[in-house]
């Protein structure tokens, strides 16, 4: 289990005024309509969430470094747990050949909306109860999803990703090293329910067993 940053580099790329979401607009309201993950959250106005999410290419750089790194060979089976619109799998079917991809998320808008090419190979499903084998994929990753889990599904969550992944796994959340980003991520946050530092994801992951590597997105 080790520390790697995968996505800083997606992160730091918006620009972000965490005092204007919440002095701009109810933030209480926000978050009711945005833990809804529909179409407000996704392609609403940005006080709900993304603010239009829409394939750009972002992604590929994410996936190319994970192929790299975990030393992913062709046709490796992939699982995205959170896969949102499904945009980093699509990376993964491109920069992996024969690339076995498959997608989770509760959002049901977020699937029927997502891309094209992967659309098949996502589910909506919650991440506390997989319904996939033992150690059935190569590569299991989770991006900013683990943190909107209340505390009483991290753990069987991190058990179920453990489970079904028999070799690389990796999981990014936001977090907190200081009370300036911790304020910082109070402001911006609408669905976040986990709200700890680093040191206490560490424990939580060792708690449930998983011995896959993690990410931190903070807020500076």
């Known amino acids: 289990m080790a520390f790697i940053d995968f996505v800083g580099i997606v992160h730091k790329s918006t620009q972000r005024d965490y005092v204007q979401r919440v002095v701009e607009h109810d933030k209480a309201a926000c978050a009711e309509v945005a833990g809804q993950?529909?179409?407000?959250?996704?392609?609403?106005?940005?006080?709900?969430?993304?603010?239009?999410?829409?394939?750009?290419?972002?992604?590929?750089?994410v996936a190319d470094a994970m192929v790299a790194h975990y030393d992913l060979q062709p046709g490796a089976k992939i699982l995205d747990i959170g896969c949102g619109k499904g945009f980093l799998l699509y990376e993964f079917t491109q920069a992996l050949d024969g690339a076995q991809v498959s997608g989770i998320d509760i959002s049901e808008y977020g699937i029927a909306n997502a891309k094209e090419e992967v659309r098949d190979s996502l589910r909506v499903d919650h991440?506390?109860?997989?319904?996939?084998?033992?150690?059935?994929?190569d590569f299991v990753y989770s991006i900013n999803t683990f943190h909107n889990l209340f505390n009483y599904e991290?753990?069987?969550?991190?058990?179920e990703m453990q489970r079904v992944g028999r070799a690389a796994k990796h999981i990014t959340i936001e977090s907190y090293r200081n009370e300036r980003e911790k304020a910082n991520l109070l402001y911006w946050q609408l669905t976040c329910r986990a709200f700890m530092m680093p040191a206490e994801w560490e424990f939580a992951f060792s708690q449930a067993g998983y011995d896959g590597d993690y990410g931190y997105i903070t807020f500076e």
């Open 127 to 137: 991440c506390q109860d997989l319904q996939y084998d033992d150690n059935e994929f």
């Open 154 to 159: 991290l753990h069987p969550s991190l058990q």
């Open 37 to 61: 993950f529909g179409k407000d959250y996704w392609d609403g106005d940005r006080r709900y969430g993304f603010g239009g999410y829409y394939y750009d290419g972002r992604w590929r750089q």
